[in-house]
């Protein structure tokens, strides 16, 4: 369970930081996303009927002090209240500079392009290989340590790198990120470098790849579900690609990983290898465009032969959703998605889900 | 004779009423010119508009050794709405999207402005400043420079 007083300090603070948000030294970007989200599953078990309605908010502030930059983000549901960023930032030279604190893991690129900002994501649900770490999902969303990121262009076009160096998460039933609220549980090396091309600077069409390391203690000794071994550790090495293609109509998006476990107790270790990757098209309707129909399919195969995936049971090798978003509102969004899904413990379901998104101040 | 004379005095009336009626669009359209300014101090001289695009959409640009900082003139909405179309080739609503999701990824989104004094006193503080506004405000506002128009 969370410390739920460090987290009503931490929206203290930015509601403070808001309040102080008009005209002064204080006055940066302070962004609020609501969202109310129901899910309806035709298999339920205890944890899926806890997850039927889940108002939330994330809360996030960025604010620039000379070269000195500032983001915080947080996140406080009907399950949840986390820190989920906190870094302040060097400009070290144009278009380079240095954080230091909890961040999004480079890795995966929709993690660092909508992370818990629903609004800004046109879909309902996120690709579970992506999916939060306390919500099974297998890669680490949160690194605390140090980063870099640059970009460079190059006539029309921008390269840009992204390298960092931390701590990262913990494992228990879930992975479990280092929490800058409740610091008592920290876990060990973890590091990522991502490169990305733009073949035109500022245009989101962005191609990429990326690497990272996460050696993951877990807190007690588990059996890997598929070696039968006794396993307290495992060390992940991932190779990423991404692609992200937009125009007036049109948005692709995708990954693929490959992802190596080598997971290990007293005297043993396994390895695994295997991939997963998921591709999202979305078409935009009419000339306003505020209507956008959208469908993804996401795969895992081998996920059930990986003694590391097959500790994550709400893991879902195989997923697809097709879905509708309607913007009420330039900041102001409805969301409609039904789901095919198949899960790391084997049970299969049918779900639909709606949602109601926004970004304030409008 | 005289017939003739007034005949060719009313099509060169007709002609000239033409002529003015011609032009009137020309300057109308010379009017939603948006340019690009620095302060007179500036060490800027010149930028294109892929590049004032890039630096509008947080993108790093770096112009004779300086890396500009671009001001947002939400202070005139026809300046702003003619640099949607002309520059960033979207709608204000789609420019704004971008801003927030470029902001929540940790880029920097450009200051807004919506008071005229305000933003050219920020516009004199900083030599890499860089904002826009119509030509002819560009052209009748003293102590900036014109560096692109677009």
Known sequence: MKDFGASYAAIRTLIILFAASTGSVWAGDFLIFPSITSVHQSQQDTELAAKEFVPAADFFYTNDFNQTRFLAEFLKSSQEAELERMQVGWRIMPGKTAWIGRFHNPLSFWNTQMHHGEFLQTSLSRPTVSNYED?????????TGLMIESSRTAGDSEINYTADLGVGPTFDTTLQPFDL????????????????YHPEAGNPNQYGVAIGYADIPFTSTVTDPVSNLPVDEVEQAVLSAFLNIESDKFHLIGELFILDNAVSGTGNSTKYTTFSAYLQGEYRLGESARTTLYGRIESTPDAAKDGYLSLLPEFSPHQGVVGIRYDLTPKQALKLEAGKTTRQDSLEFNSISAQWSMVLPL | MEHGVT?????????FAACVLLATPVVHAEEQLVAVVVNAESGITTISAKQVRRAYLGASIVLNGIEIKPLLNETNKLASEVFMQRVMFMSAEAYERQLISRSFQGGIRPKVYEDLPELLSALHKDNAAITFMLYQTAVDTPGIRIIGRL
Do not use: C, M, Q, T
């Open chain 1, 135 to 143: 919500e099974h999902g297998p890669l680490p969303a949160h690194i």
């Open chain 1, 181 to 196: 609220l409740d610091p008592h549980n920290p876990g060990n090396l973890a590091a990522s470098v991502r490169l990305g």
């Open chain 2, 7 to 15: 005949f060719v005095k009313y099509i060169i009336a007709i002609l």
